[in-house]
């Protein structure tokens, strides 16, 4: 695949200088898109020029530059105003081609040019594929014998970090940000290799591992995998040697650690409760109310009817809330509830565990429909709409369980602090 460079060209009268990179040297020119071309072998170089520019330098460009390389150079405004700086932004996303093998360089760049260039790589890596190999600055200091080139690179991996941060707040899933930990060890002993004695990162890629199988977890809604796996293992990983190597290898991610250990600690279940059935039944509960507040529909309706269900086997003493007998009994019991026209007049033993019978009933109602309605995505002539869903889920579904189970819809301090309900 061919390298393609982007570069700028100002209006200033440049200085010949012997470009360096690591301890590669470019042949003496005044532009560092000639070094660029030479030091990382570019077989294509997109131009961007004022109309003043083009008039001081492309002519000159093109004879410095090495015969094999293809040259196009693109016509910009000045960006003095906010529509021409969004006529450069057009212009260097349009210049490129899905899957192409880029490095940008910033040197001679004015104005706003830098910002967009940084934003249109993070663009450009989505949505059209591309490979960004490098982001470059020659850093010209007059009187000296040799200009270095910066790599800048790690700004675009911070604004992958950006992303990721994003998506864990608004979502909760850390997959993301578990995918960049892994990167971060991955290349560390790829590009480097550290002494005996020096630092290097050793816990990243399992914290990384960690996370990304709690947010699968959670977004597939495996709520046993989660209490006896996968958040055991976050708490295992979750030691002040992960938190160092966090500040010296991973720095974004120091901003998130203890966001996410909490966000997640608080659906765990405490060593000494991990046999509690009951326990885990309100874990399951708040991982529902995590759910409902994530608006995550699908999940919270899924989840909320197996509760019920789970529910009702531990009110009936049932500890093995999981044996699918026993939880087809408590169903056959709550459907009876719904095809009975009057569901007092023949109370199955269920009914003596919540304090409504017929709220139960439509509950349950509302449950079956609205969860078959989502399993079976609209293939139905009248499919339910997914305001309708989407409003029970945020609106009432919470409530209605909590008012139907209150000792397993609550912690154990909300209850004591609650005199209606009989310890």
Known sequence: MAKTLLTTLGTGDYTETVYCFGERRAEKTCYVAKALCQLFEIDRIILLLTEEARAKHWSRLQED???????????????????????????????????????????????SIPLLVLLGAALLRKAKNVEIQGLYYGLYRPGQAETPIIDLTPALRLLDWLTATDKFISTGSALELGQLLDRVQRDFYRQQKPGKGDPRPIRLQSFGQAIRDISRSLELVRPVSLLEDDLPRLQKHSTQELAEEVGQFAKPFGLLLQSIQDSYSQLALPADQKEDRRAQVQKHFQLLRWYVEKRFTTQALLLAREWVVSALCLCEGIQDYRKREARQGIEQQLGS???????????????????????????????????????????????????????????????????????????????EGDPSISQ
């Open 337 to 415: 509830l719904i095809q009975q026209a009057e569901p007092a007049q023949f109370l199955p033993p269920i009914a003596a565990h919540v304090p409504d019978v017929q709220q139960l009933a439509d509950l349950w109602s509302r449950l079956s429909q609205y969860r078959n309605d989502v399993a079976h995505v609209q293939m139905n002539p009248e499919p339910l709409p997914s305001e309708a869903l989407e409003s029970f889920v945020l609106r009432d579904l919470l409530p209605r369980l909590e008012a139907l189970f209150p000792e397993l819809t609550r912690t154990e301090g909300e209850l």
């Open 65 to 111: 530059l090495p015969p094999h390389v293809e040259k196009v150079a693109k016509g910009i405004p000045e960006g003095k105003t906010e529509a021409e700086t969004w006529a450069i932004f057009d212009v260097l996303v349009d210049s490129i081609e899905p899957n192409t093998r880029l490095f940008f360089d910033i040197t001679h760049a004015f104005r």
